[in-house]
């Protein structure tokens, strides 16, 4: 009898797709194949299989492949109209099938002088009238002229939101912290928990606090909850409803709710239900990063979102960055077995990007059906993590050097410091390279043997190597490298999504969750206890919490 997943396999087209099956058969010879004699046998791999676009340089001489498998990947993006897709994106159509809209994050970072027309309305023109409204307010509270309710200086800035519009904001923030105005103290609330918003702000000043609350909808539970109690929290102090508008922003696309909540629409910045959350940190929902590094550095960030957008959309498919490492995800998944990717910045700015990739690949990619609601029948998205080196080095590399799960990896980083301690960042750097060399080429037994390890102990000093890796290195990590590189995630992310025919713009996968919480969340808050009607694990689970929680306040 067929497995579930064998009659998927045997369902869909991709996998019964000529250009599909061509890969599988190649793939059976590169198992085969160890990176050492990839390497040996072609003196210019290094600089072969290495291309640079809008000021990253991105190194994947050490995956897996060889000129045979990026033919048969390039022509496998043809088969499955990857070109059409791409065009059709920039073009504004509906290409998010499953909300019947367009996906057009390229147009947030579109050069003024462009004309996109959706639904007859130059999109571009829109998106630089919110960018000017919202420099002109950055400006304000960055030079002291927007003052608070009391007439102090706003001197920290808590911006709400969940999802697409927190993990954008702050990984940003951080990235960019070096170019932030040190006298503005930006923070970020997020969670439901109370904890997050009670530790944000238990050390600020009302008269000095100012939030901005983020949310697309501006219906999101736990924004709303958060958003909620600032306005609480900021009452209790400044007493005076009028203080609101001196302390409250929104960044949304429903000014209705935005009035509703009580933020005066003038302090609203909008944006557009074609700009996905996870796609939305170059649109107003920036505005917490626009206040940090200025407009004029935000403005570079777009030029870098715009540089490898163009690149993108204009260079030959065989020197097609974006192109290229969305394919090598689909290699490195679909046919070399590896269950996950680890993203590894050695750069302590980009201390929040894998955790902003995750959102960004998983949320898009993690889908089981496509367009048409026929399962894809392969293996879709990889699970995303990372952390920084070089602590990680320290932790889970062990697993990526000698587990027995599968395991690509995406190293970052730069040539130059915004930091130079002694020689540290040499030091940095020099560990970056050495894992991606450790990874490729390992150590074999007889090397192990060679330097007098005991014939005991040598099992557990081999390293059998033939780990893939790229590295992805830029000069230096400044608005336009930032910008740039999130591009070619994101256009990364919509090549793989094309390949398997899913829609990488909906998120229906969790809502689900959201419904079965609101109505646990009425029997939790009931005054006595309500009849139960679920599993009897989640029952006992709801008994249990409502025996031993804390009293409400
Ligand atoms: C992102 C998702 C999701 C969204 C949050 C917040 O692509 O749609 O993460 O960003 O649920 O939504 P709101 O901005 O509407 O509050």
Redesign the pocket.
């Known amino acids: 009898m067929k497995s579930a997943t064998t009659r998927a396999a045997a369902a869909s087209a991709l996998a019964a797709s000529t250009a599909w099956k061509a890969l599988q058969r190649h793939a059976t010879t590169m198992q085969r194949r160890h990176l050492r004699e990839l390497f040996a046998a072609d003196t210019q791999r290094g600089e072969r299989f290495a291309i640079e676009a809008a000021g990253w340089y991105f190194d994947f001489a050490k995956q897996r492949l060889d000129a045979r498998t990026l033919e048969l990947l390039l022509a496998l993006a043809q088969v499955r109209g990857v070109p059409e897709r791409v065009a059709a994106m920039f073009a504004g159509e509906r290409i998010n099938s499953t909300e019947d809209r367009p996906a057009l994050h390229v147009a947030l970072r579109m050069p003024r002088r462009r004309r996109l027309l959706v639904d007859g309305r130059d999109v571009v023109a829109e998106v630089h009238a919110v960018l000017a409204r919202m420099a002109a307010w950055c400006e304000r509270v960055r030079t002291g002229a927007w003052r608070g309710h009391t007439g102090e200086r706003i001197r920290h800035v808590v911006n709400i939101?969940?999802?697409?519009?927190d993990l954008g904001p702050v990984m940003a923030f951080e990235a960019l912290r070096h170019y932030a105005d040190r006298s503005l103290d930006l923070r970020f609330v997020s969670n439901v928990d109370g904890t997050d918003f009670s530790e944000a702000v238990r050390d600020l000043d009302p008269a000095r606090t100012l939030f901005i609350v983020?949310?697309?909808?501006?219906?999101?539970q736990e924004?709303l909850a958060n958003a909620h109690a600032a306005r609480r929290w900021c009452l209790a102090a400044l007493r005076d409803e009028r203080a609101i508008a001196r302390h409250f922003v929104a960044v949304s696309t429903d000014g209705g709710e935005v009035a509703r909540f009580g933020i005066d629409p003038v302090n609203m910045f909008g944006f557009w239900d074609w700009v996905?959350?996870?796609?939305s940190m170059d649109s107003a929902i920036g505005l917490s990063t626009m206040l940090a590094i200025g407009p004029a550095r935000f403005a570079d960030m777009l030029a870098g979102f715009h540089a490898m957008d163009e690149h993108f959309r204009t260079a030959p498919a065989a020197r097609n960055l974006p192109l290229l490492h969305g394919l090598i995800a689909i290699w490195n998944s679909n046919f070399l077995g590896m269950q996950s990717l680890a993203v590894l910045p050695y750069e302590q700015y980009l201390k929040r990007f894998p955790a902003y990739l995750q959102?960004l690949m998983m949320?898009s990619n993690g889908k089981r059906v496509t367009h048409a609601g026929r399962a894809v029948g392969v293996d879709t998205c990889p699970i995303v993590w990372g952390e920084p080196g070089t602590n990680g080095q320290h932790s889970f590399y062990q697993l990526i050097h000698q587990g027995t799960r599968k395991v690509a990896c995406d190293f970052i980083g730069f040539c130059a410091t915004a930091n130079p301690v002694a020689n540290q960042h040499d030091l940095l750097i020099a560990n970056l390279f050495a894992q991606g060399e450790a990874l490729a080429f390992g150590k074999t037994a007889a090397e192990v043997r060679a330097q007098g390890v005991p014939a005991a102990q040598a099992p557990h000093r081999v390293f059998e190597g033939n780990r893939p890796s790229s590295t992805l290195l830029a000069r230096r990590l400044d608005p336009h490298a930032l910008g740039a590189l999130v591009a070619l995630y994101e256009h990364s992310t919509f090549v793989q999504g094309a390949i398997w025919d899913i829609d990488s713009f909906d998120?229906w996968g969790?809502e689900l969750g959201k419904v079965l919480a609101k109505r646990i969340g009425a029997e939790l808050g009931a005054a006595r206890m309500p009849p139960l009607a679920h599993d009897s694990s989640t029952n006992a689970l709801i008994r249990r919490y409502r025996r031993q929680r804390t009293p409400r306040q």
């Open positions: 939101g969940i999802g697409g519009s983020c949310s697309k909808t501006f219906t999101t924004t996905g959350g996870r796609y959102q949320e998120q969790v």
